[in-house]
């Protein structure tokens, strides 16, 4: 919250300096705009905090030597990406999750395969899926809106919503044992892989195999059930994380000033935290 209000200030500043007028550019607007986006993709219910930032990051805004701020750029640190696959009792998953399975309308709903908070795995070992004072509709509203505003095409962003429902679908794989890991179920399996744009016995293949080359030859053996469950977790991480690092990029992209700039830097990073269980 904190960091938002310096952006505003600054914001303020910089369209009341010499010759701004009182307007926003869309330099300004495109900045400001980033904040709605991070904050869903990043930002996370804790104990402590219902709007904890689960990740760090430097804002650092170009001005010219007039005072209008002309660009920026957002660098971040450290996204928690465990908190994609399991969360601390009382707490929640990145609000993206949550703002997707509410303001989705019902046709997208039905070609993006979602269903309610507590049927997903990812979502619902916590015991919680609501947060005091954050409504999830009005988040995917403002997240949708900026999106747009930052020059997310509309196959983008339908991109984005695949890849989380995606996500989401590989936490309800489950596996037993049969000559080592198997899926339980081919319908969630197959859910999953459309979502990503993958083939259902590769993934099948990715999560219960593991091969390796020897000499020139390549051999696959089976996985248990715990590294199965591993291999899944460390799959729906690693997307997110890509995933959150893309949108990063097209925001960089769309701020992006002129080379000769003078520079304020907000650095917004969360402090030290006592965790039950070090992950």
């Known amino acids: 919250e904190s960091t938002k209000l310096l952006l505003k200030f600054l914001s303020s500043m910089s369209q009341n300096s010499a010759g701004g007028g009182g307007m926003q550019t869309h330099v300004e607007k495109a900045i400001m705009e980033s ?16 709007n904890s930032s689960r990740f760090g990051k430097f804002i650092q805004l170009h001005f010219s030597q007039q005072g209008h701020i002309q660009g920026g750029r957002v660098v971040d640190y450290l996204l928690e990406k465990t908190r994609v696959t399991r969360q601390s009792p009382g707490e929640r998953n990145y609000h993206i999750f949550y703002a997707l399975l509410s303001g989705a309308n019902k046709e997208e709903k039905e070609a993006l395969a979602l269903s309610d908070p507590q049927t997903y795995q990812y979502l619902s070992t916590s015991g919680c899926v609501t947060a005091e004072g ?20 509309d196959e983008e962003i339908r991109e984005v919503w695949k890849l989380l429902s995606g996500i989401l679908q590989l936490g309800n794989l489950e596996f037993m044992t049969a000559g080592g890991a198997q899926i339980t179920s081919k319908a969630v399996l197959g859910d999953a892989a459309d979502l990503l744009g993958l083939d259902s016995f590769q993934l099948s293949e990715v999560l219960t195999q593991r091969s390796m080359i020897l000499r020139g030859e390549e051999i696959s053996s089976p ?8 291999s899944r977790d460390s799959l729906a991480m690693a997307l997110y994380a890509q995933c959150f690092s893309w949108l990063l990029s097209k925001i960089n992209a769309r701020i992006r000033g002129k080379e000769n700039f003078k520079s304020v830097g907000i650095l917004d990073i969360f402090g030290f935290e006592n965790f039950q269980v070090n992950r």
């Open 35 to 50: 904040s709605p986006i991070l904050e869903a993709f990043g930002n996370a219910k804790t104990v402590y905090n219902n």
């Open 134 to 153: 954050l409504n999830d509709k009005d988040m995917y509203e403002k997240v949708l809106a900026a999106l747009q505003v930052m020059d997310f095409s």
């Open 223 to 230: 996985l248990t059930v715990e590294q199965a469950t591993d």
